[in-house]
């Protein structure tokens, strides 16, 4: 598929087709990989690193942590 290369800004962009970005679950503000190989752009999905609950309550420093929790063991598809 050829797409033109149009000025955006003091960059130049290219629209990438709905078709594309649907099929990718892509969606506006994503973050995407560009790299450049040779005379080729490559733009891709970069993989997601799965984080655990156990992960996510280590990192959140806000109000309402509850105090007495306990870390029992997995019940279902839960990740600790």
Do not use: C
């Not at 005379?39 to 609950?53: A, E, F, G, T, W």
């Not at 996510?56 to 109000?63: A, I, K, M, P, V």
């Amino acid at each position: 598929m050829e797409v033109r290369l149009q000025k955006w800004g003091n960059s130049d962009g290219i629209r990438i087709p709905s078709s594309i970005l649907k099929s990718l679950n892509i969606r506006t503000n994503d973050l995407l990989n560009i790299e450049q190989e040779e005379d080729k752009i490559i733009i891709s999905v970069p993989k997601k690193k799965k984080i655990s609950l156990e992960e996510r309550f280590n990192n959140y420093h806000g109000d309402n942590l509850a105090k007495d929790f306990s870390w029992d063991e997995p019940i279902g598809r839960e990740i600790w």
